[in-house]
């Protein structure tokens, strides 16, 4: 939850690139929680930037994405 | 630390792009510590690779140092 003054932003984009992946791929919540062994609930709430994502799971999340992970930080395939 | 069979690769990226820009910027743990708003301690844990970090603390680190969060999650510039 963003409070105070500063909005954080790169977990937002994190979400918006997570989400666009694994729309490029077709592949549910469900499916991508099975490729990183991580809970659909989490995909879910990771996706709607409710979650302060450790690095770790960046990797695991990149990886189930087939995508680097500096890529799923970055605008620039918006 | 390393453990078990995989090694969080991206977290030891970060450990090392972040002393790299630190070197950069001729800077000391305790002034990026400043800029942060992050303890001395913690940065030190960072830049061994022993903490997860969370995406919103890359941000804030990212900021400190001048540069976009996913250059700390790259290795062109190493």
């Known amino acids: 939850?963003?409070?105070r003054s500063t909005v954080p932003k790169?977990?937002?984009l994190l979400a918006r690139r997570i989400r666009a992946?694994?729309?490029r791929l077709g592949i549910?919540?469900?499916e991508l929680a099975?490729?990183?062994?991580?809970h659909r609930t989490y995909i879910g709430s990771v996706e709607r930037?409710?979650?302060n994502v450790s690095i770790d799971n960046v990797e695991r999340i990149a990886r189930g994405?087939?995508?680097q992970?500096?890529?799923l930080l970055s605008d620039e395939g918006k």
């Open 1 to 3: 939850m963003a409070t």
């Open 34 to 38: 099975e490729r990183t062994g991580l």
């Open 10 to 12: 790169l977990r937002l």
């Open 65 to 67: 994405l087939g995508v």
């Open 49 to 51: 930037g409710e979650r």
């Open 21 to 23: 992946e694994r729309g």
């Open 28 to 30: 549910s919540q469900e």
């Open 69 to 71: 992970p500096q890529e």
